[in-house]
């Protein structure tokens, strides 16, 4: 489950940091003086780092990886439709804003992959230290002679060594 919640972070987060890189060039290419779109797009961005960073964190923390994908994927949402809600969007880079919703939708789904991954002690690969087993034989399964001390088995009568009943 980890390595498919890192594949699809993975992918998701560097698509988001591509696509938010592109958008930020077009609209420094157009000289737009709206702050609150460079605003948006640069948080995107920002926000899209810190995602590949909760990404990274899956294969080895597991749980909070995912939460950091959690999170960073739900703020990267909210950016998407504060774009869509700006104006300048209407002249067809609204498709930036669908690109950006659906990619929070990817990863918030590997973020849940991965908070599910967490690491489960009843699960953990390394064995628990192995008691030897306890000795079945011990003084009041064994027998010995109380002249000389031989040890006998069990169905003898008289001592091998010395002859005496037991």
């Given at each position: 489950?980890?390595n498919?919640?890192?594949?699809?972070?993975?992918?998701?987060?560097?698509?988001?940091?591509?696509?938010?890189?592109?958008?930020?060039?077009?609209?420094?290419?157009?000289?737009?003086?709206?702050?609150?779109?460079?605003?948006?797009?640069?948080?995107?961005?920002?926000?899209?780092?810190?995602?590949i960073?909760?990404v990274?964190?899956?294969?080895?923390?597991?749980?909070?990886?995912?939460?950091?994908?959690?999170?960073?994927?739900?703020?990267?949402?909210?950016?998407?439709?504060?774009?869509?809600?700006?104006?300048?969007?209407q002249?067809?880079?609204?498709?930036?804003?669908?690109?950006?919703?659906?990619?929070?939708?990817?990863?918030?789904?590997?973020?849940?992959?991965?908070?599910?991954?967490?690491?489960?002690?009843?699960?953990?690969k390394?064995?628990?230290?192995?008691?030897?087993?306890?000795?079945?034989?011990?003084?009041?399964?064994?027998?010995?002679?109380?002249?000389?001390?031989?040890?006998?088995?069990?169905?003898?009568?008289?001592?091998?060594?010395?002859?005496?009943?037991?």
């Amino acid at each position: 489950m980890r390595n498919t919640s890192f594949i699809m972070g993975l992918i998701g987060g560097l698509i988001c940091c591509l696509f938010s890189t592109i958008l930020f060039a077009v609209l420094m290419g157009a000289m737009m003086d709206e702050a609150a779109v460079i605003v948006t797009i640069t948080l995107l961005f920002v926000i899209s780092l810190l995602f590949i960073v909760g990404v990274s964190m899956v294969l080895t923390r597991g749980g909070a990886g995912g939460v950091i994908m959690i999170v960073s994927s739900c703020l990267i949402f909210i950016l998407a439709i504060a774009l869509l809600s700006i104006e300048f969007f209407q002249g067809g880079l609204e498709v930036y804003g669908a690109l950006f919703i659906s990619l929070a939708i990817m990863g918030f789904i590997s973020g849940m992959l991965g908070y599910k991954s967490r690491h489960d002690p009843k699960k953990s690969k390394r064995s628990a230290a192995v008691v030897p087993p306890r000795n079945t034989t011990n003084r009041l399964t064994r027998k010995f002679c109380e002249k000389c001390g031989q040890e006998l088995t069990l169905d003898v009568v008289f001592c091998p060594n010395c002859g005496k009943k037991s």
